[in-house]
């Protein structure tokens, strides 16, 4: 059993930047894929990014290639979500998931969070 805290969502402007954080308990996190995904008020919960077990491998959505990064600390059991340049089409509902196979669908994680609201004004 996996429990996930987000934190760290908030305001920002267009252009700043926030860092997510997903803390777990559970002594098998580390053995876990890790997703975020992310909710905007009527749309479908769509796939941000995620990184494997070991941390070796990471997938982003391409509208936030190069402007998001994902890292964990296994030590810590915790998962980051570093969001520069951030744009208004980023606010959403920011969800932490985990799971035992790498991918981009939602229905693959067995464990998620509560959501951190993120809104960036224009």
């Known amino acids: 059993q996996v429990q996930l805290v987000e934190s760290g969502g908030g305001l920002v402007q267009a252009g700043g930047s926030l860092r997510l954080s997903c803390a777990a308990t559970?002594?098998?996190?580390?053995?876990?894929?890790t997703g975020w995904f992310r909710q905007a008020p009527g749309k479908e919960r769509e796939f941000v990014a995620a990184?494997?077990?070991?941390?070796?491998?990471?997938g982003y959505a391409d509208s936030v290639k190069g402007r998001f990064t994902i890292s964990r600390d296994n030590a810590k059991n915790t998962v980051y979500l570093q969001m520069n340049s951030l744009k208004p089409e980023d606010t959403a509902v920011y969800y932490c998931?985990?799971?035992?196979?790498?991918?981009?669908?939602?229905?693959?994680?067995?464990?998620w969070g509560q959501g951190t609201q993120v809104t960036v004004s224009a």
């Open positions: 559970g002594r098998t996190f580390s053995s876990y894929v």
């Open positions: 990184i494997t077990a070991s941390g070796g491998i990471t």
């Open positions: 998931s985990a799971g035992p196979r790498y991918g981009r669908s939602w229905s693959q994680y067995d464990y």
